[in-house]
């Protein structure tokens, strides 16, 4: 649209380090993005993650941390120093003058190109039906190509004429495509098809628009009596019933108005050379509303009618012709019914929000779809038969290079900003085309729409080209993976090899090059797309694999070239440089596994390829003859049988290894130090003044940090002298009182030390690198290494303390061990210099530590893994035998630490709801996030099932269970449909669907009928059935048989036991439900099933028939790629509101908002995130009306990218209406709450700690329309839920007991309002003593029920004693106030606005640096967000997690 660039500020402060792509470490989506913490938006990391290594450093100058403490930075106006983006934006305006309309101004800004008002104009409701013109200032046409601000005389106020031109061919058939578009612009069949990155919102139907008109609202919200409050019965509290239809609403806009019975091209295409002569491009066909057939001629003076019919061709113009140069003028002459609802469907148009017609990055497929009608469409029909993809075919060149594309985009300079962001952009859009074209082109080769490049050998074995991709199915081909695995292996190595590529794209070192991949999964079998590399297909692969391993380590080859490129990801992914023996018992070195192999493409670019291995192996699931595992993975039965041998550890599960090693060697270096110490203390004083400035290096590579800070000490030296020194305060609040010149806070983040290393972790504990603060000046003084905080002195130890030893037997005990300051400082003199001013007892106890953590390095702490150990077939030199040892047992310990640490911290974070999954696929990335597999689910289960709390883990246990069931069943499925012939295709999944979920006992499959059976049997070759044979054995699957192999699969892939031999068993034991596994396998296995009501449990019928399968949609694997500025500054901006800044905060999120913007266009899920967290400060910041129309956008962005009942939706829904209570609206409040409701019932049922808070909100609403008996019903069931999962002890349960009581009191029954009240009140003084002001406040109100019941009762006997003569003390009953029921929808909803005197101020102040502090030695506090500068009447807000 124009004016994107609109808001960003003039100057942006950047960094001088080279921030290359996102996390080295990317772990998928990792962070904020998409994960499912409790309150995301109030960043629900622990405080520390947020301020990640480096993640600040890179964006503010010296100058401005030195400012920052006080929290009056201003977003970085001030650095003029730095470099600047180069987007001034002093908008301007234009007017524009169309034929036949009037003039009207256009807001644009200098750095549009003209072709972006073009876009505006045929995006516009008057001037939508042109498309081929020219833009004219002053009589010059404009360059469609040009900048705003390149072109001469252009300036505030001019005036553009919009000049029609003559149409060409190819500028005829973008009208024509162009006006199909508009008629087709409210149809949502391209959503409901998945076509074209279209995908469903149904936001609208639930607002009816009265969210954006600027709060101008149809009807007053507060006038009560017009709400219906009611909400459909399946929405109660207790209902049983789950109905599907409700999951998509119809849309009234949705009711096609029909324009046009038919527009196609005519069958007289194209125009005979004498009719060309006379300028005739193309012929069009048309019914219309009227049902009057006509024949249109495209001319290059525009359309005009023709005199031909159906059968006899006359290109002459008809009498009158209408010559039009736009085919809506033309059509609005010839037929009343077009004009009149082409231009109401254009209003309706242009009054949607635009996030429900921008297309997204990435297709969404929707498993439920209405019937929908199907049109006739040239367009479509056109497109089906070309290899189009987005206007290939307006492109010159026709097909793209992909190859080219990927990686030239690569290669675009990143120095500063705006080439940064020029690049991510381009990286992004690439990516994202590169997808669509691949999903595309896999489906077409499954379907049979490509011929093979090896037609002659057997189906299974063949490859494909299409469209400059390269195909190949996951299938064993030349026994390949004979020693892997088989089939199985195939399966498995694609998504492996995705991960490397995704790895090695987020370390993103100049000059290593990955292959575009992409993995589709469609109609059971498993299609790998890559882009090709030059002249790979015109050699042998033996030739031209210069580095690296074909037959998996026999012959072994390597590089120098490529040994220097792949070092200098060695460090990021943990790869350790290593020696493996060839066939000729020569030894090669190699820094990645063997089968990672290196060519150089004729384009001389090296590019690696099969990764499949770049992470080490899994021992847990990789029996190894004669290998003793360690006893903790023992006790829970590892080793175990996998299906295939390359079962690895996670990205993030080396990440979490890594860092939980980095703080063992901290704490046994103190230790050792400490009793050094007790033997001689003078030893300590004369160390500090050996050590040379360049001494305190960051040494440590931070935990998880993937650019360790100490390359070597030369470049360390080398960035802290040049000038700039990189090291910069984060948030500093070492104030005057430190005696040193540059105390910085414990927290100095490790600078970069050069472009390639960015810092940047995933980590919790971004403190690991804490570096004493002698290095930013070095100074001849002495300095100890202790940071003077304003308060006493504290050992720079502290900050690593708790960073986050994910274990739950890592007790608190490390608070007190002393020492770790100077363990520190040791580690990085040693690091730092050869040695040689350090004693030996000093370099032993490094030494020591190393060793016990099984360091590669004796001086300082560096873990690796090699990922050739228990390869088959690789073979290690005699010299490195003790290495290869080492490296066994760092491996065992890896598998250890995943069963004994990361699974039970996972359980620990559910039981305080820390993590709180919804569905599968929450589930599945809550596993991931803590680098656990998700082959690992079985072991995950179990252990839920011994933990003594396991009923306060109900909710997890039962997402677990229909997880692994629908994996099971989508294992078995996946083999079922390769025997499928296309024909049988829907009865086949409507059988699979009633044998997995009908309670129908025998489920026969309906065959297709007889007359369309061929009879000739020996269509082998057609038929593209690997295994050929019986076409028909899917029909004779039965329900028992089906469940019998999920029970079996369940055992021998997860090794769990379910006890069940059908679907009703499993329902009954695992309280599942029918309509959440239907959603799971559908989702799963990308069936698209008819919306309607289906009865699963009756005995008679099969629930499914073969016209409820609408489709079979591809489910897409590909790389995601980041944007990395923006991402920094969303996470800046998160610690400032953490920090208690809102409005520096405010301002970096929005800068965020802004280059996100830039990058990914308009549509991402991390938009999303970043909507809902400035909604969030705008609520909190006061503005309601910016915080509704900020929600509002997350909610549309949310239901088209991630999908209209994905769980983040839901939670989107709920802010929403907390936010539109707060505007007044609360009806439509009400609509979105039981709208969430809906979809949560759906996803995951009642039983789950969320539907507490959703039921806590809705119950506070109703409260406040004084729909008294509906509130109870879900306050009451609030609180029963969250007895059940926070335990009766809780302050949630006090909060809910408050609230039920107050509705009792607003319903005059006292007695009860007294007992809910007592029950909190003693939970009150129980938890938080009788003094805290919660307690007082219970106390007072307990009082005030006990008056008014008094009351009541005087004035009963009153009435009792005198009889209708009685004097009657009128009563006060209050209906809530509506400020009243806000402030406990804040309170539940986690923020609180406290009132505030100057007193408090001053120490609010101390203890937001007291907490910064703390904050930055990665202890995770309570997500407390203060306001410095104070808003209204004093109140000061708050952002609190009430957990």
């Known amino acids: 649209m124009v004016s994107k660039t609109d808001d960003i500020q003039a100057s942006v402060p950047n960094c001088n380090v080279n921030t290359v792509d996102l996390a080295e470490g990317e772990t998928p989506d990792h962070q904020e993005t998409k994960a499912p913490n409790k309150d995301p938006c109030a960043c629900g990391h622990s405080a520390s993650t947020v301020v990640m290594n480096g993640g600040r450093a890179h964006y503010h100058s010296e100058e401005e941390s030195k400012q920052d403490g006080g929290g009056d930075m201003d977003g970085g106006e001030d650095s003029n120093e730095q470099e600047v983006i180069v987007i001034q934006d002093t908008g301007f305006t234009v007017k524009i003058q169309a034929p036949g309309t009037e003039h009207f101004d256009l807001q644009v800004s200098p750095q549009e190109m003209v072709q972006e008002i073009h876009q505006v104009l045929m995006d516009r409701e008057d001037t939508c039906h042109r498309t081929c013109f020219s833009l004219q200032l002053d009589g010059n046409v404009l360059d469609n190509f040009a900048e705003l601000k390149s072109i001469e005389g252009l300036q505030e106020g001019s005036l553009l004429k919009v000049v029609e031109e003559p149409y060409?061919?190819?500028?005829?058939?973008?009208?024509?495509?162009?006006?199909?578009?508009?008629?087709?612009?409210?149809?949502?069949?391209?959503?409901?098809?998945?076509?074209?990155?279209?995908?469903?919102?149904?936001?609208?139907?639930?607002?009816?628009?009265?969210?954006?008109?600027?709060?101008?609202?149809?009807?007053?919200?507060?006038?009560?009596?017009?709400?219906?409050?009611?909400?459909?019965?399946?929405?109660?509290?207790?209902?049983?019933?789950?109905?599907?239809?409700?999951?998509?609403?119809?849309?009234?806009?949705?009711?096609?108005?029909?324009?046009?019975?038919?527009?196609?091209?005519?069958?007289?295409?194209?125009?005979?050379?004498?009719?060309?002569?006379?300028?005739?491009?193309?012929?069009?066909?048309?019914?219309?509303?009227?049902?009057?057939?006509?024949?249109?001629?495209?001319?290059?003076?525009?359309?005009?009618?023709?005199?031909?019919?159906t059968y006899t061709f006359n290109p002459k113009p008809a009498n009158p012709s209408f010559l039009s140069h736009s085919l809506v003028e033309?059509?609005?002459?010839?037929?009343?019914?077009?004009?009149?609802?082409?231009?109401?469907?254009?209003?309706?148009?242009?009054?949607?929000?635009?996030?429900?017609?921008?297309?997204?990055?990435?297709?969404?497929?929707?498993?439920?779809?209405?019937?929908?009608?199907?049109?006739?469409?040239?367009?479509?029909?056109?497109?089906?038969?070309?290899?189009?993809?987005?206007?290939?075919?307006?492109?010159?060149?026709?097909?793209?290079?992909?190859?080219?594309?990927?990686?030239?985009?690569?290669?675009?300079?990143?120095?500063?900003?705006?080439?940064?962001?020029?690049?991510?952009?381009?990286?992004?859009?690439?990516?994202?085309?590169?997808?669509?074209?691949?999903?595309?082109?896999?489906?077409?080769?499954?379907?049979?729409?490509?011929?093979?490049?090896?037609?002659?050998?057997?189906?299974?074995?063949?490859?494909?080209?299409?469209?400059?991709?390269?195909?190949?199915?996951?299938?064993?081909?030349?026994?390949?993976?004979?020693?892997?695995?088989?089939?199985?292996?195939?399966?498995?190595?694609?998504?492996?090899?995705?991960?490397?590529?995704?790895?090695?794209?987020?370390?993103?070192?100049?000059?290593?090059?990955?292959?575009?991949?992409?993995?589709?999964?469609?109609?059971?079998?498993?299609?790998?797309?890559?882009?090709?590399?030059?002249?790979?297909?015109?050699?042998?692969?033996?030739?031209?694999?210069?580095?690296?391993?074909?037959?998996?380590?026999?012959?072994?080859?390597?590089?120098?070239?490529?040994l220097e490129l792949l070092e200098r990801t060695s460090r990021p992914l943990k790869v350790q440089r290593h020696n493996v023996l060839n066939e000729k018992d020569e030894s090669v070195e190699l820094c990645s596994s063997v089968e990672c192999k290196g060519i150089i493409g004729n384009d001389g670019r090296h590019y690696i390829l099969d990764l499949l291995r770049t992470f080490p192996p899994d021992l847990n699931f990789l029996p190894v003859e004669g290998e003793e595992l360690s006893p903790e993975s023992v006790r829970h039965g590892f080793p175990r049988q996998h299906r295939h041998r390359l079962a690895c550890l996670r990205q993030e599960l080396i990440e979490a290894f890594v860092e939980h090693r980095y703080l063992l060697f901290m704490k046994m270096a103190a230790l050792q130090l400490m009793q050094q110490k007790a033997n001689k203390e003078s030893k300590m004083a004369t160390l500090t003044e050996n050590s040379s400035p360049e001494a305190a290096v960051p040494a440590l590579p931070s935990t998880e940090n993937p650019d360790a800070s100490a390359k070597s000490s030369e470049t360390s030296t080398e960035t802290l002298t040049d000038g700039k020194s990189d090291a910069v305060q984060i948030e500093t609040t070492s104030t005057s009182d430190a005696p040193q010149p540059a105390a910085t806070e414990a927290t100095t983040i490790g600078a970069a030390p050069k472009a390639e290393q960015t810092t940047e972790t995933d980590s919790p504990s971004a403190a690991a690198t804490t570096i004493n603060a002698s290095q930013a000046t070095p100074t001849e003084d002495n300095v100890v290494p202790t940071v003077t905080t304003n308060g006493p002195l504290v050992p720079v130890a502290t900050a690593i303390q708790n960073g986050e030893c994910e274990s739950p037997l890592e007790g608190k005990a490390e608070d007190s061990i002393p020492g770790l300051a100077q363990a520190k400082e040791l580690a990085e003199s040693l690091a730092a210099e050869d040695g040689s001013g350090i004693d030996p007892k000093s370099r032993e106890v490094v030494l020591n530590a190393c060793k016990a953590v099984g360091s590669i390095s004796n001086t300082s702490f560096d873990i690796r893994f090699n990922p050739d150990i228990f390869s088959p077939g690789v073979r290690f030199p005699e010299d490195s035998v003790d290495d290869i040892q080492k490296q066994k047992q760092l491996l065992k310990d890896a598998a250890a630490f995943l069963v004994s640490c990361q699974i039970p911290s996972l359980v620990k974070d559910c039981l305080d709801h820390s993590a709180l999954p919804m569905d599968g696929a929450t589930l599945t990335e809550a596993l991931h996030q803590r680098g656990i597999n998700v082959r690992y689910l079985g072991n995950v289960l179990e252990f839920v099932d011994k933990t003594p709390a396991k009923a306060q883990l109900e909710h997890f246990y039962r997402i677990g269970i229909s997880e692994l069931i629908t994996r099971c069943a989508k294992h078995i499925f996946k083999t079922y449909l390769q025997g499928v012939e296309l024909s049988a295709l829907s009865a086949a999944v409507s059988h699979f669907l009633n044998c997995f979920l009908s309670s129908f006992p025998d489920a026969v499959a309906h065959l297709p009928a007889d007359e369309l059976v061929s009879r000739r049997k020996n269509r082998k070759r057609r038929n593209r059935v690997p295994g050929g044979g019986d076409n028909t054995a899917w029909a004779s699957l039965t329900p028992s048989e089906l469940w019998k192999n999920i029970v079996s699969e369940a055992q021998s892939y997860y090794n769990f036991t379910l006890h069940c031999e059908n679907a009703d068993q499993?329902?009954?034991?695992?309280?599942?439900?029918?309509?959440?596994?239907?959603?799971?396998?559908?989702?799963?296995?990308?069936?698209?099933?008819?919306?309607?009501?289906?009865?699963?449990?009756?005995?008679?019928?099969?629930?499914?028939?073969?016209?409820?399968?609408?489709?079979?949609?591809?489910?897409?694997?590909?790389?995601?790629?980041?944007?990395?500025?923006?991402?920094?500054?969303?996470?800046?901006?998160?610690?400032?509101?953490?920090?208690?800044?809102?409005?520096?905060?405010?301002?970096?999120?929005?800068?965020?908002?802004?280059?996100?913007?830039?990058?990914?266009?308009?549509?991402?899920?991390?938009?999303?995130?970043?909507?809902?967290?400035?909604?969030?400060?705008?609520?909190?910041?006061?503005?309601?009306?910016?915080?509704?129309?900020?929600?509002?956008?997350?909610?549309?962005?949310?239901?088209?990218?991630?999908?209209?009942?994905?769980?983040?939706?839901?939670?989107?829904?709920?802010?929403?209406?907390?936010?539109?209570?707060?505007?007044?609206?609360?009806?439509?409040?009400?609509?979105?709450?039981?709208?969430?409701?809906?979809?949560?019932?759906?996803?995951?049922?009642?039983?789950?700690?969320?539907?507490?808070?959703?039921?806590?909100?809705?119950?506070?609403?109703?409260?406040?329309?004084?729909?008294?008996?509906?509130?109870?019903?879900?306050?009451?069931?609030?609180?029963?839920?969250?007895?059940?999962?926070?335990?009766?002890?809780?302050?949630?349960?006090?909060?809910?007991?408050?609230?039920?009581?107050?509705?009792?009191?607003?319903?005059?029954?006292?007695?009860?309002?007294?007992?809910?009240?007592?029950?909190?009140?003693?939970?009150?003084?129980?938890?938080?003593?009788?003094?805290?002001?919660?307690?007082?406040?219970?106390?007072?109100?307990?009082?005030?029920?006990?008056?008014?019941?008094?009351?009541?009762?005087?004035?009963?006997?009153?009435?009792?004693?005198?009889?209708?003569?009685?004097s009657i003390m009128p009563l006060k009953f209050t209906a809530p106030s509506m400020a009243s029921v806000l402030e406990q929808l804040n309170i539940i909803n986690g923020i609180i606005f406290i009132p505030l005197s100057q007193k408090d101020l001053e120490n609010l102040k101390a203890e937001v640096q007291r907490r910064q502090q703390l904050q930055e030695s990665g202890k995770s506090l309570e997500d407390l967000t203060v306001d410095g500068p104070l808003e209204l009447e004093d109140k000061m807000p708050m952002d609190v997690n009430v957990d």
């Not at 089906?384 to 307006?394: D, K, N, Q, W």
């Not at 129980?1326 to 008094?1350: D, F, I, M, R, W």
């Open 1066 to 1366: 499993v329902v009954e034991k695992y309280a599942l439900q029918k309509i959440t596994l239907l959603r799971e396998i559908s989702i799963k296995a990308g069936i698209q099933i008819l919306i309607k009501e289906y009865n699963f449990d009756s005995r008679h019928k099969p629930a499914f028939t073969e016209e409820d399968i609408l489709n079979i949609f591809p489910v897409v694997k590909h790389v995601n790629p980041k944007a990395s500025d923006a991402f920094h500054f969303f996470q800046s901006g998160q610690a400032k509101v953490q920090q208690g800044y809102l409005k520096e905060g405010c301002e970096l999120i929005n800068e965020a908002l802004n280059l996100f913007n830039n990058v990914y266009g308009a549509m991402h899920v991390e938009i999303c995130a970043c909507l809902r967290l400035l909604a969030r400060l705008n609520y909190i910041m006061g503005d309601h009306h910016e915080a509704l129309s900020n929600q509002q956008k997350a909610v549309l962005m949310s239901e088209r990218v991630l999908g209209v009942e994905h769980p983040n939706t839901i939670q989107e829904y709920m802010h929403l209406a907390l936010y539109c209570f707060a505007n007044g609206q609360l009806s439509t409040a009400l609509k979105l709450l039981y709208r969430a409701r809906y979809l949560m019932l759906m996803v995951c049922g009642e039983d789950h700690p969320e539907m507490a808070l959703l039921d806590s909100n809705i119950g506070l609403v109703l409260h406040g329309v004084m729909e008294y008996d509906l509130s109870l019903r879900f306050l009451e069931n609030a609180l029963a839920i969250n007895s059940k999962y926070h335990g009766p002890r809780s302050l949630k349960v006090a909060l809910s007991h408050h609230l039920v009581a107050r509705v009792y009191e607003s319903k005059a029954e006292f007695r009860s309002a007294l007992q809910h009240e007592k029950e909190g009140y003693t939970i009150y003084k129980n938890q938080v003593g009788e003094a805290h002001e919660k307690t007082k406040e219970s106390s007072e109100y307990l009082k005030y029920l006990t008056q008014q019941a008094v009351a009541l009762q005087r004035t009963m006997n009153e009435i009792y004693k005198n009889g209708s003569n009685a």
């Open 168 to 309: 060409t061919v190819r500028e005829a058939r973008i009208h024509v495509r162009h006006i199909r578009d508009l008629l087709k612009s409210l149809d949502p069949s391209d959503a409901y098809n998945g076509v074209d990155c279209n995908s469903l919102s149904f936001l609208s139907v639930f607002t009816d628009g009265d969210l954006g008109d600027s709060g101008k609202r149809k009807k007053k919200g507060s006038d009560l009596e017009q709400i219906d409050c009611t909400p459909p019965e399946h929405i109660l509290p207790g209902s049983k019933e789950r109905p599907l239809v409700p999951l998509q609403p119809q849309n009234k806009d949705w009711k096609p108005m029909q324009c046009l019975k038919v527009l196609t091209m005519s069958g007289w295409n194209p125009p005979p050379g004498n009719r060309k002569m006379h300028g005739d491009l193309m012929y069009l066909y048309m019914v219309t509303v009227e049902e009057r057939h006509i024949s249109i001629t495209a001319s290059t003076r525009g359309f005009y009618l023709n005199q031909s019919t």
């Open 330 to 562: 033309l059509l609005s002459q010839i037929s009343p019914a077009f004009k009149k609802n082409f231009t109401v469907l254009q209003k309706t148009r242009v009054q949607r929000h635009p996030f429900e017609r921008i297309a997204t990055p990435f297709q969404v497929y929707s498993w439920t779809a209405p019937q929908v009608d199907h049109t006739m469409d040239c367009v479509r029909a056109e497109d089906a038969y070309t290899s189009r993809l987005g206007y290939e075919e307006h492109i010159p060149g026709q097909t793209r290079d992909w190859n080219e594309e990927l990686q030239t985009t690569r290669e675009l300079a990143r120095k500063n900003l705006p080439e940064r962001l020029l690049r991510e952009r381009a990286i992004f859009k690439v990516h994202s085309d590169f997808a669509a074209a691949a999903t595309r082109g896999s489906m077409a080769v499954i379907d049979g729409n490509v011929m093979a490049i090896n037609p002659g050998e057997e189906t299974r074995m063949q490859m494909f080209i299409w469209n400059n991709i390269f195909f190949s199915l996951g299938f064993d081909v030349r026994d390949h993976y004979r020693e892997l695995g088989g089939d199985a292996a195939a399966h498995a190595a694609p998504t492996n090899d995705l991960n490397g590529v995704r790895a090695y794209g987020a370390v993103d070192v100049e000059g290593l090059y990955t292959l575009g991949t992409v993995v589709v999964d469609y109609r059971g079998y498993r299609v790998t797309a890559q882009s090709i590399i030059p002249g790979i297909l015109e050699r042998e692969q033996e030739q031209s694999v210069i580095y690296g391993s074909i037959d998996f380590g026999k012959t072994v080859v390597s590089h120098g070239k490529y």
